[in-house]
């Protein structure tokens, strides 16, 4: 697994969750149970993680989506 990006953005999490599925790329997200434990004040950040042989191309999704 290959981790793209952290965020405690829940909202933008789940865009780019449904934006990479839309792409045929299977997604996990890594620390949503810890997140949640610590009372969703934003503390810990979520990782999005991938297979390590989608990670260019969900990147490369993600880059011209203008995420960074």
């Known amino acids: 697994m290959t981790e793209l990006l952290r965020t ?5 999490l ?5 934006l990479l ?4 790329i299977e ?3 890594l ?3 810890t997140s949640m434990l610590e009372g969703s004040i934003g503390a810990i950040p979520r990782r999005l993680m991938v297979d390590a042989g989608d990670a260019v191309r969900a ?3 993600l880059r011209e ?3 960074a």
Do not use: F, K, Q
């Not at 789940?14 to 449904?18: C, D, N």
């Not at 599925?21 to 045929?24: K, Q, Y």
């Open 65 to 67: 989506a203008g995420e």
């Open 14 to 18: 789940s865009w780019l969750v449904a």
């Open 8 to 12: 405690t953005d829940p909202v933008r």
């Open 59 to 61: 990147a490369r999704i």
């Open 21 to 24: 599925a839309d792409a045929g």
């Open 31 to 33: 620390d949503t149970h």
């Open 27 to 29: 997604t996990v997200v």
